[in-house]
Every structure is written in C-alpha cells, then in structure tokens.
C-alpha cells in the first residue's frame, strides 16, 4: 500500500522561509512524479510545483524564484523549500505521487503566514 508522510508546515511571519517534507513508502519512489498541491480557506485546490523521475521541475507562476522542488531518491523524499513567505500562502499542503498504479496524496500540513 503506498503511504505518504508530510512533515515540516507551521507559522511562520511574512518573508520567513519553511521546508516541507514528504516522505512515501511502499513503492518505486524514484519513478514516480512527486508534486506538491495546497488548498487556501475558501479556494480551490492549485498545483504548486512537480518534478518527475528525471528531474523536472515546474511552479506555479507565483512561487516561481520563491519555492524549490526537489527529491532525494535514497530516502524516498520529496521537499519543498519555501522562502519569501507571503500571507498568501497560507494553506493546507499536500503531497500527491503518481505511479504506475494510480495516484495517491498525503494528508496535508498546514502553513500559515502572518503578516
């Protein structure tokens, strides 16, 4: 059964930075698309960042030179670096993997931001 853990989300002030951690178990991490969603009060769920199996990445427009995907393969890991933190942020994270099964997603970790 796949599993995904997120840690790292909590309150941080306008321009601070936080890293979010997913961590997936019970199948081919190093296959798979890693992504990361967040769902603000009253808004839809958006697409934040991805990166596939080889490498690439992509961002949402208003994350882009603020927020870094990346993935450590040996630990079946994704993370999100976010810095520059703005109250619009403030949000519910998820992670979601894509394998050849289906996808799956984590539980979500809160971020909130005060101005």
């Known amino acids: 059964q796949v599993q995904l853990v997120e840690s790292g989300g909590g309150e941080v002030q306008a321009g601070g930075s936080l890293r979010l951690s997913c961590t997936v178990s019970?199948?081919?991490?190093?296959?798979?698309?890693m992504s990361w969603y967040r769902r603000a009060p009253e808004k839809q769920r958006e697409l934040v960042a991805t990166?596939?199996?080889?490498?690439?990445?992509n961002y949402l427009d208003s994350v882009k030179g603020r927020f870094t995907i990346s993935r450590d393969n040996a630990k079946n890991t994704v993370y999100l670096q976010m810095d520059g933190l703005k109250p619009e942020d403030t949000a519910v994270y998820y992670c979601?993997?894509?394998?050849?099964?289906?996808?799956?997603w984590g539980q979500g970790t809160q971020v909130t931001v005060s101005s």
């Open positions: 979601k993997t894509i394998t050849s099964g289906g996808q799956y």
């Open positions: 019970g199948s081919i991490f190093r296959l798979n698309t």
């Open positions: 990166i596939t199996s080889g490498g690439i990445t």
